[in-house]
């Protein structure tokens, strides 16, 4: 069965910086692309960046939202993508989902709420 | 930059009745790239059609979708309980992903 447990979650003051983890099992991680969604509260689905495999290099994309400050990684020997945010917002206040896939995101993490507030 | 515009904002529809939700992109685009994805309150979205027109693993055979170049649409044919719900249209580019901003299904 697939899999993708996150955790890291919680609330953070402007500025500062917090890592979100996404542990997954049931599939051979390191054949997957991996994508992160986030929701604002009461608003919809926004693409915050993704990681191609390593067949594809590990590169990343982001959205230009979270350019320079966010940095998506992988971990392929513990099945585990992460995404790290720096110099947060208020703005960045969302569940943040991850996703299998790169353009097909077949399989969600059930979220983690990331609150930006002083 | 791809825009994708979702009608109508609300559907309010019994069960039982036909759900037709649509789906725009402010340029031409492939096919190929685009999914429907479905949100239950307080859930995680749901992969529903890829490809335009490609049912998900699981998913019923009362959601299909269809279109091409700017107009997509996804259909339920009879809406059951369980499908009240929000919906998402997305275009997925090489080095992108775009969402709609949904179309919300509730119950009339």
């Known amino acids: 069965e697939v899999q993708l447990v996150q955790s890291g979650g919680g609330l953070v003051q402007p500025g500062r910086s917090l890592r979100l983890s996404c542990t997954t099992s049931?599939?051979?991680?390191?054949?997957?692309?991996m994508t992160w969604v986030r929701q604002a509260p009461g608003k919809g689905l926004a693409w915050v960046g993704f990681?191609?495999?390593?067949?594809?290099?590990?590169?990343?994309e982001y959205a230009a939202s979270v350019k320079g400050r966010f940095t998506i990684s992988r971990d392929d020997s513990k099945s585990i993508a992460y995404l790290q945010m720096n110099s947060l917002k208020t703005e960045d206040t969302a569940v943040y989902y991850c996703?299998?896939?790169?353009?097909?995101?077949?399989?969600w993490g059930q979220g983690t709420l990331v609150t930006v507030s002083s | 930059e791809i825009v994708l515009t979702q009608s109508p904002d609300t559907l309010s529809l019994s069960p039982g009745e036909r759900g037709t939700l649509s789906c725009r992109a402010s340029?031409?685009?492939?096919?190929?790239?685009i999914a429907w994805y479905q949100q239950k309150p307080g859930r995680a979205p749901r992969l529903l059609i890829y490809?335009?027109?490609n049912r998900a693993t699981g998913v019923p055979d009362r959601f299909s979708g269809s279109g091409s170049g700017t107009d997509f649409t996804l259909i339920i044919s009879r809406l059951e309980p369980e499908d009240f719900a929000v919906f998402y249209c997305?275009?997925?580019?090489?080095?992108?992903?775009?969402f709609g901003g949904g179309t919300k299904v509730e119950i009339k």
């Open positions: 490809a335009a027109s």
């Open positions: 997305q275009y997925y580019g090489s080095s992108a992903l775009i």
């Open positions: 996703t299998r896939g790169r353009g097909i995101l077949d399989y």
């Open positions: 990681i191609r495999s390593k067949t594809y290099g590990a590169t990343t």
């Open positions: 340029q031409s685009v492939s096919s190929s790239y």
């Open positions: 049931g599939f051979i991680f390191g054949d997957y692309d």
